[in-house]
T-cell receptor, first 115, second 112 residues
Framework: EAEVAQSPRYKITEKSQAVAFWCDPISGHATLYWYRQILGQGPELLVQ????????DSQLPKDRFSAERLKGVDSTLKIQPAELGDSAMYLC?????????????FGSGTRLTVV | KQEVTQIPAALSVPEGENLVLNCSFT??????LQWFRQDPGKGLTSLLL?????REQTSGRLNASLDKSSGRSTLYIAASQPGDSATYLCAVLGGSNYKLTFGKGTLLTVNP
């Protein structure tokens, strides 16, 4: 079964350091999403790509977060500098269509701990 | 702004029980609703997807219903097993920007 690949699975970093997460969506999925999930909460959208273009980054803290999907395939989410409040699960998802009438497929996530 | 509420926040049942998880949403103008399962420290696994024109979907021991007009969905789990222990999240797709809005989830524990 096709999967959304994410790495690393876990990341511990000191505050003020830079950290990056990688996502490879299901082959052929043009729409890619990055979500952040704080413990005990539901995921919240950070950024949405359609191919290589950003469709929605209204909830992305742009002073410290950046995201790119240069060739419209895999994507990188970066935080610089990391803050204690960034500790969370970062989830990548993709969908085969837009609007995503056939639903989303999520990856296993990256658990970030900022110390 | 769409708000999704899941009740109860946590549920503990003995093995073998049938159980119902509830999800409600404030804006009934949705395109679809998706139920996910999340194991501790892991990503989301899609369980069932219900389109706005559908009333229910079934997969094995799971059955999800949708009443769009009243803003409600239920996830029914039959003959629960310890392996069903996880957090169950409800998410609705709606709005002019096709945004997916999640509830906070229901933490289910099935005791042997």
């Amino acid at each position: 079964e096709a999967e959304v690949a994410q790495s690393p699975r876990y990341k511990i970093t000191e505050k003020s350091q830079a950290v990056a997460f990688w996502c490879d969506p299901i082959s052929g999925h043009a729409t890619l999403y990055w979500y952040r999930q704080i413990l005990g909460q539901g995921p919240e959208l950070l950024v949405q790509f359609q191919d290589e273009s950003v469709v929605d980054d209204s909830q992305l803290p742009k002073d410290r977060f950046s995201a790119e999907r240069l060739k419209g395939v895999d994507s990188t989410l970066k935080i610089q500098p990391a803050e204690l409040g960034d500790s969370a699960m970062y989830l990548c998802a993709s969908s085969s269509d837009f609007p995503p009438y056939y639903g989303y497929t999520f990856g296993s996530g990256t658990r970030l701990t900022v110390v | 702004k769409q708000e999704v509420t899941q009740i109860p926040a946590a549920l503990s049942v003995p093995e073998g029980e049938n159980l119902v998880l509830n999800c409600s949403f404030t804006d009934s103008a949705i395109y679809n609703l998706q139920w996910f399962r999340q194991d501790p420290g892991k990503g989301l696994t899609s369980l069932l997807l219900i389109q706005s024109s559908q009333r229910e979907q079934t997969s094995g021991r799971l059955n999800a219903s949708l009443d769009k007009s009243s803003g409600r969905s239920t996830l029914y789990i039959a003959a629960s097993q310890p392996g069903d222990s996880a957090t169950y999240l409800c998410a609705v797709l709606g709005g002019s920007n096709y945004k997916l809005t999640f509830g906070k989830g229901t933490l289910l524990t099935v005791n042997p």
